[in-house]
C-alpha cells in the first residue's frame, strides 16, 4: 500500500471515530483488513498518534485558524487538518512539501470543494512556518 493509501484509511477511521466515537483499535482494524502489517502499522501509528494529542492539534489548529473552532469546521476538513498536524510536529522525516500535498489530496477526495482546500492549505502553510520555521532540514538552505 501507498503511503497515501494509509492516510486516506486513517482519515476514514478519524472520520468514523469522530462522528461514533467507537474502538479506535478496532475501526482501524476493520480498515486495515488484508493489508500487510506494516500497512497496518502505519496506519495505526497515524489513528492513534493524533487521538492521543487531539487536545494539543486542536488547540495548535485554532491558533493559527483565526476565527475557527475546530469544532466547528467540517468534520472531514478537521480530520485532515488533523492528521497533518501530527505529522508535521511528529515525524520531521516527511517533508512539509509532501505533508501539505497529502492533505490537498485528501480534501480534493473528501472536501466540498476548493474553498475547504483553500482552507486547508492556509492553515497548514501557517502551522509549517510556525512548527518548522527551518524548513525542511534535509533541503538545501539560502546562502545568507
Do not use: C
Not at 46 to 72: H, S, T, Y
Not at 112 to 123: H, W
Amino acid at each position: 500500500m501507498a503511503r497515501h493509501r494509509g492516510r486516506e484509511l486513517a482519515l476514514q477511521v478519524l472520520f468514523e471515530y469522530d462522528l461514533a466515537a467507537s474502538d479506535p483499535r478496532q475501526l482501524t482494524q476493520r480498515a486495515t483488513q488484508g493489508e500487510s502489517a506494516e500497512d497496518q502499522a502505519f496506519v495505526e501509528r497515524l489513528v492513534l498518534g493524533v487521538l492521543a494529542g487531539r487536545a494539543a492539534i486542536d488547540r495548535q489548529i485554532e491558533d493559527v485558524a483565526v476565527e475557527w473552532k475546530v469544532g466547528r469546521m467540517p468534520t472531514i476538513d478537521r480530520n485532515i487538518l488533523r492528521l497533518a498536524v501530527f505529522e508535521l510536529t511528529g515525524d520531521s522525516g516527511v517533508p512539509i512539501a509532501v505533508i501539505i500535498a497529502e492533505a490537498l489530496e485528501l480534501a480534493d477526495s473528501y472536501s466540498s470543494g476548493d474553498e475547504a482546500k483553500r482552507f486547508i492549505n492556509g492553515v497548514l502553510g501557517n502551522m509549517a512556518k510556525k512548527l518548522r520555521p527551518e524548513g525542511d532540514l534535509d533541503r538545501s538552505q539560502p546562502a545568507p
